[in-house]
């Protein structure tokens, strides 16, 4: 027996077959239905150097597919879809003509905001169309995205209704986002901090010259008494001399190439006003005892200058951080004069006094290269 013969025996199964035609039917008229569209890959003449490739395409229209609008063909509306998805078809086309890659170039990501075609028949023979395209431009640095520019175009235009080749006109708004993407990096590189590929941290030991209320700090310059001019006496202190010091830091931050180069210069500095002594007290060990909380200053804004250097500071945040390690500085620069001060009894402990003036002079001749 035949299948055929054993389908018409079973009658109750023929019109299980009818209905699972029926229903593939649809899916295969609309496959039929749609006009499909590939994109010829195109060498795309573009300026800048190399600064950029095409890293990813994402379609991020408000219905993402393979559709790109509909046309009309022979009176009959028709949907107008890419060979595969919208996404790859870009990719393969934007990608083919940046296929260089290295860490100096930014790897952008191209999103799809808008790719579309609308035509319709306003008369015998005579059809109008609009393609419109937007299109974003970014990339992430540093795991922060990073908007860089936007490229909206749109062509209208009137045709017969014949033939027509639809994909050399949306290849024109492709080649034009690219162009335009290229153009704009090439006005904007070693200008705007959006390009900035990282940060570069130069530090700069700046001859700070004397004021009249501040000493900079020199490791030729020692104090003297004659820097000591606050008030000579501090009612209820038992103290013999108090010296103010502290540090303070410039910062100056500019595009320069494809980095953005962050000068910082490190000051460090007595105010007289804020420092004073007793007369009875101005002897050599005392003022010898001063200077070692200047030195201790400076070697805390050593530290403070070391650690900038084995940050990975970001573009986003450079400021924020360098100010961070800023104010750890000035902790740090608290507890070393309390240290000192609590060891050696604000001097009177001459053991540890000696300890500290060894230590202490052995770094500053370390900073300063003093054999």
């Known amino acids: 027996m035949t299948l055929i013969q054993w389908l018409l025996k079973n009658k109750g199964f023929q019109l299980l077959v009818l209905v699972v035609v029926l229903t593939a039917s649809p899916v295969a008229w609309a496959q039929q239905d749609a006009a499909p569209i590939r994109f010829q890959k195109e060498k795309i003449a573009l300026t800048s150097d190399g600064s950029f490739y095409v890293l990813d395409v994402v379609d991020g229209r408000s219905t993402p597919g393979a559709s790109i609008g509909t046309i009309v063909e022979f009176t009959k509306a028709r949907p107008l879809v890419v060979d595969s998805r919208l996404e790859r078809s870009l990719y393969n086309f934007w990608s083919y003509s940046t296929p260089g890659r290295s860490d100096d170039m930014i790897p952008v990501t191209i999103t799809v905001k808008d790719l579309a075609i609308t035509e319709k028949r306003v008369a015998p023979n005579k059809i109008e169309g609009e393609y419109s395209i937007h299109l974003s431009f970014g990339w992430t640095r540093q795991t922060v995205p990073v908007d860089l520019t936007h490229y909206q175009a749109k062509i209208n235009y009137t045709r017969p209704e014949a033939a027509y080749d639809h994909e050399a006109l949306a290849r024109r708004l ?28 130069v530090m700069v030991d700046k001859p700070y ?9 020199r490791p030729e310059r020692k104090l003297t008494w004659a820097d000591f001019q606050g008030m000579s006496s501090r009612p209820g202190s038992s103290y013999a001399a108090a010296v103010f010091t502290s540090l303070s830091y410039d910062g100056l931050a500019r595009m320069k190439g494809k980095y953005i180069e962050i000068e910082i210069g490190v000051k460090v500095f007595m105010v007289k006003s804020m420092s004073w002594s007793k007369a009875s007290a101005h002897n050599d060990y005392t003022l010898r005892h001063e200077q070692l909380h200047f030195d201790v200053t400076r070697i805390v804004a050593e530290r403070f200058k070391e650690r900038l250097k084995k940050m990975d500071l970001t573009v986003e945040d450079h400021d924020s951080q360098i100010q961070y390690e800023f104010l750890e ?27 500290w ?14 054999p």
Do not use: C
Not at 209 to 217: K, L, M, S
């Open 209 to 217: 010259r004397d004021t009249q209320d501040t000493v900079f700090y």
């Open 357 to 370: 003036e060894r230590k202490v002079s052995e770094e500053i001749a370390r900073l300063y290269q003093i």
């Open 174 to 201: 492709m080649v034009g986002g690219l162009k335009h993407l290229d153009k704009w990096i090439k006005e904007n590189e070693g200008k705007n901090p959006a390009l900035a590929r990282g940060v570069k941290l």
């Open 329 to 355: 500085a000035y902790r740090d620069m608290d507890r070393e004069q309390k240290s000192y001060d609590g060891q050696t009894q604000h001097g009177l402990n001459t053991g540890a006094q000696a300890m």
